[in-house]
């Protein structure tokens, strides 16, 4: 599986953007799929993540109330809605996929695959 990641950009404090990831090949009823980022000087994060199977979907607090995940199975993407956006989200957003979901979706090294990443940055 490869993952592409796009929809970055400039916006400014309070506004909204989406990102994407496109997946080659398949991915199962049994993956999860989640958006991590890493700020300049910064570890990287887990930001929201999705069971591929149900749509059960996890946030992180700091994002909780203004991000959403969602995916769509026919066409292997998956998509991170940002609202209210604010100047610590700014980032280089990953998009990640774990083949076999056990349970630990905050743990990176879980995950099978990883995309190039795409900046987001929020001017104040």
């Known amino acids: 599986v490869q993952l592409q990641a796009s929809g970055g950009g400039l916006v400014q404090a309070g506004g909204s953007l989406t990102v994407a990831c496109a997946a080659s090949?398949?991915?199962?009823?049994?993956?999860?799929a989640g958006w991590f980022r890493q700020a300049p000087e910064k570890e990287r994060e887990f930001v929201a993540g999705?069971?591929?199977?149900?749509?059960?979907?996890y946030y992180s607090d700091s994002v909780k109330g203004r991000f959403t995940i969602s995916r769509e199975k026919a066409t292997n993407m998956v998509y991170l809605q940002m609202t209210n956006l604010k100047p610590e989200d700014t980032a280089v957003y990953y998009c990640a996929v774990d083949r076999d979901y056990r349970g630990s979706y905050l743990r990176q090294p879980e995950y099978d695959y990883w995309g190039q990443g795409t900046q987001v940055t929020v001017s104040s």
């Open positions: 090949g398949r991915i199962f009823s049994s993956s999860f």
């Open positions: 999705i069971r591929w199977g149900t749509g059960l979907t």
